[in-house]
């Protein structure tokens, strides 16, 4: 892909060029063609336009990951339309989006979702928001055109049109003129919600080109290789080098993962860590040869026990967020190096440019950063170049990316800043015996502001006899020694069934957990 390609023409390209080559192969073992893809794009293109869709025109985008979702996302774009993805947890997030963002005119979707906004089945699922913070796509809007995929289900609209129903052959109109505007918003996608509330992140055809451009490069990937992901983002950038997309289920178990990525002959794989970790623990597939993880921190602890479990795979860890993705790429050997209290990012990528904002006096700050594929706006506010990432880190002499945390995750205590994420981690790995889950979190003292450090854990189930939070203490402020800084060991243990979390990458929910910590707390001795 040029610098003045995008993607969807670059993978069209593709189809020309070796139309027989596989793109995606799907958890049944289906197969889609570049060929294929390439004609299901420039059908879905020309069935939008057909019924009116122009330029700037929003489409609902609530298929499950799958080959039509691709094809219909890549359409969207063909046909100058803005991809908004129906977040499930965006809740009001999206709505404000089709409010005030961008006019939606379409909606391409499982019929599952029709059928489960519609009574009697809609009453069985009307209490998933209260439980989950999950909510379905409204797709009720009069007006909007319809495109289906899945079995015939009751609420469907009468007049939507299913996926087999698409016109063959060539488009009476071609939709192409558009792709070639580099600037228009061709995605919104919405943040995962684990800090605050989802925020709709919205990009253009341009910036969205050099994010899949830059993960090509950073992954170094081409036409070898097989990627097993469920990661749009990795599986755009994997079409556009001419590879081929091994598409798991997003639910998919850690044995059918990784039996769909050997039966596959998988050469790559991107999961979070702890996704991958699992399927390691049963053994990667013989023709695996590179392991891509992010979404959370990739620490020295994960790229070791990999290395234990899977000898001679080489890591990359991959450093970005919706708003940029991918910023820096570091190898497994670069994380193993990180100083103390801090885990390496690797270097910038060509043409990302960091800058530390506000440093304290060990050189940590906000990481802020510029770069092609940073998105263009967040809906509802007016374009910036930069990118303020709620991370804090620091840049090393080499110029080398270090993560000290979460800057709305710190807790302050005296002089030390403490970062949960880093130890964490640490914890469970030292003690995986004996806690199944745990988490950090800061009790603020009302007049010095200072916070009181207290570790939540999750013991272990089925243990006899259960440990309770005196002995769950002890074993962890033994395991404490050499595993992180003294000034950052709590000052509490209390135990709790489980750790609340929040949003799709299952980040610890703060708030909750200190109601939580405070609901255990009371009536405990001093």
């Keep these: 892909m040029t610098p003045r390609d995008d993607l969807v023409t670059t993978i069209l390209a593709r189809a020309g060029e070796s139309p027989r080559r596989v793109a995606i192969r799907d958890h049944r073992g289906r197969s889609v063609t570049f060929g294929e893809l390439g004609a299901d794009v420039t059908r879905v293109a020309a069935h939008l336009a057909s019924r009116g869709l122009v330029a700037g025109d929003g489409v609902l985008l609530a298929v499950r990951p799958s080959p039509r979702a691709v094809s219909a996302a890549l359409g969207v774009v063909l046909a100058g339309g803005v991809v908004v993805v129906a977040d499930p947890g965006a809740g009001e997030a999206l709505l404000d989006v089709r409010r005030r963002t961008v006019p939606v005119r379409g909606a391409v979707s499982d019929t599952l979702v029709h059928a489960a906004t519609r009574r009697p089945l809609s009453s069985l699922l ?40 698409l016109p063959t052959g060539s488009p009476n109109r071609s939709p192409t003129a558009a792709v070639g505007d580099p600037t228009r918003d061709a995605l919104v996608v919405f943040t995962s919600g684990t800090t605050a509330a989802p925020r709709a992140v919205v990009h253009t055809l341009r910036s969205l080109s050099a994010g899949v451009e830059a993960a090509v490069v950073a992954l170094e990937l081409d036409e070898r290789v097989v990627m097993h992901t469920d990661q749009l983002m990795i599986g755009l950038p994997t079409l556009v080098a001419g590879a081929t997309w091994s598409l798991p289920p997003v639910t998919a178990t850690t044995r059918a993962w990784r039996r769909q990525a050997e039966r596959e002959h998988a050469t790559h794989a991107y999961a979070v860590p702890a996704k991958m970790l699992a399927a390691a623990s049963r053994g990667l597939p013989p023709a695996m040869r590179q392991v891509g993880m992010g979404g959370a921190p990739v620490l020295p602890v994960t790229v070791r026990r990999l290395g234990s479990l899977a000898p001679g795979v080489s890591v990359r860890a991959v450093y970005g967020l919706t708003e940029a993705l991918p910023v820096a790429v570091a190898t497994g050997e670069q994380v193993l190096a990180s100083p103390p209290g801090r885990t390496c990012l690797g270097p910038p990528l060509p043409g990302v440019s960091v800058r530390i904002e506000a440093p304290d006096r060990d050189g940590v700050g906000e990481i802020v950063v510029r770069a092609p594929q940073a998105r263009h706006r967040l809906a509802g506010e007016s374009p910036t170049e930069e990118v303020r990432t709620g ?136």
């Design 126 to 165: 009307g209490r998933l928001p209260a439980t989950s913070g999950l909510q379905l796509p409204d797709l009720s809007t009069p007006g909007l055109v319809h495109l289906v995929t899945g079995p015939r289900l009751p609420g469907v609209p009468r007049s939507a049109t299913r996926w087999e129903q």
């Design 391 to 526: 991370d804090l880190g620091e840049l090393g002499p080499d110029g080398t990316l270090l993560l000290a945390g979460r800057s709305k995750n710190m807790i302050i205590r005296g002089q030390a800043n403490i970062y949960p994420e880093l130890v964490e981690p640490l914890l469970l790995d030292r003690l995986g015996d004996a806690i199944a889950d745990c988490a950090l979190v800061g009790v603020a003292h009302p007049v010095t502001g200072d916070e009181r450090v207290v570790l939540a854990v999750v013991p272990v189930p089925g243990r006899s006899p259960e440990p309770d939070a005196a002995t769950l203490s002890r074993l962890v402020l033994r395991a404490w020694s050499g595993l992180a800084d003294e000034a950052w060991r709590p000052d509490e243990v209390v135990t709790v069934a489980e750790v609340p979390r929040r949003g799709r990458s299952a980040g610890v929910d703060l708030e909750a957990l200190r109601g939580l910590v405070d609901s255990r707390r009371e009536g405990a001795p001093a």
